[in-house]
């Protein structure tokens, strides 16, 4: 006899075991088990087409690593507490909450060639293929900066701190986090044209082409928004405090404080499996073929080979 496949399941969570990957053993099978040390404290990940950049945000540095070795081939010193990360196509924009500022650094050179200063604690990015805009979590507003000049163009008041940020192809998309809602904001216009309330705390955004996913902080649901028609949210139970989001083409990932990454089916929202990684996953960024998760407490970044979890 001549085993193919082992599966396993619990509750809803399903793990199929090849017999060419990871042998049969189920640990390490749903574990990622590469941990590559970084700065301390990553908060952030940002993929530029070959290379992963980490923020480390008790480091104040940015971290480079190959994703073909998984070699750090660079680390940047940007100032202190750079949270979150955007890639403009050419660029690197690092928020540095604890100094007010944005970093913008030169992927091929590694050095800092500007920094632009926003309201106090800016905390999250995003890249519309024009613009990079800024969440001010403390001074609860969002700026629009021309990367061609490096200057604000528009400051945009919020009722709450926005904590996170994705954009859909047309749409800016804004977690807030004490008001317990997500804006979707126009770029042309820089206005908002919808609010949709979730049930709990957003932290985390992420678009799948048709809906975009929200994971809510301190409670057990992500939420699924439709982009077009901003329909009251569909909660999602995924467990475990969920704190960071991507999707892969073909699956949404949700990270928990439980230390693990969940597989979502997005036309069915059913977890199809979870995948160990190390302490506190804050930050998730996809490669095209490795799922990364920035473990804020071990300090290190996981790297998960995501379709060969795909059953």
């Not at 009722?159 to 979707?184: E, M, Q």
Request: one cysteine or more.
């Amino acid at each position: 006899m001549q085993i193919k496949k082992i599966r396993w399941t619990r509750g809803n969570i399903q793990l199929d075991l090849e017999t060419d990957r990871k042998a049969l053993v189920p640990l390490l099978r749903s574990t990622a088990l590469d941990r590559i040390a970084v700065g301390q404290r990553p908060r952030g990940l940002a993929f530029d087409g070959n290379y992963l950049w980490v923020a480390n945000y008790a480091s104040n540095t940015v971290s480079k690593i190959d994703c073909a070795t998984h070699d750090t081939v660079a680390t940047v010193d940007v100032g202190p507490g750079p949270w979150s990360l955007a890639f403009d196509g050419t660029c690197l924009w690092v928020a540095c909450y604890e100094s007010d500022k944005v970093a913008r650094i030169d992927c091929a050179t590694h050095t800092v060639i500007a920094n632009v200063t926003v309201g106090f604690g800016p905390r999250a990015l995003a890249f519309d293929g024009v613009y990079i805009w800024v969440a001010g979590y403390v001074e609860q507003q969002m700026s629009k900066i021309d990367p061609s000049t490096n200057a604000i163009l528009a400051t945009i008041a919020f009722g709450g701190p926005p904590v996170a940020l994705t954009f859909d192809g047309a749409y800016l998309w804004v977690a807030n986090f004490t008001s317990k809602n997500v804006s979707k904001l126009d770029p042309a216009t820089n206005t908002v044209v919808a609010t949709v309330t979730v049930t709990g705390n957003p932290v985390a955004l992420a678009f799948d082409g048709t809906h975009v996913w929200v994971a809510e902080g301190g409670g057990v649901n992500v939420s699924k928004i439709d982009a077009t028609t901003t329909a009251p949210a569909t909660a999602v139970a995924v467990g475990g405090n969920p704190l960071a989001l991507a999707f892969d083409g073909e699956h949404m990932w949700v990270a928990d404080a439980g230390n693990r990454v969940s597989q979502v089916e997005p036309g069915t929202n059913i977890v199809r499996r979870a995948v160990g990684v190390g302490q506190m996953p804050r930050a998730l960024a996809f490669d095209g073929v490795y799922l990364w998760a920035a473990n804020e407490t071990s300090g290190t970044v996981s790297p998960i080979a995501v379709f060969g979890l795909h059953a």
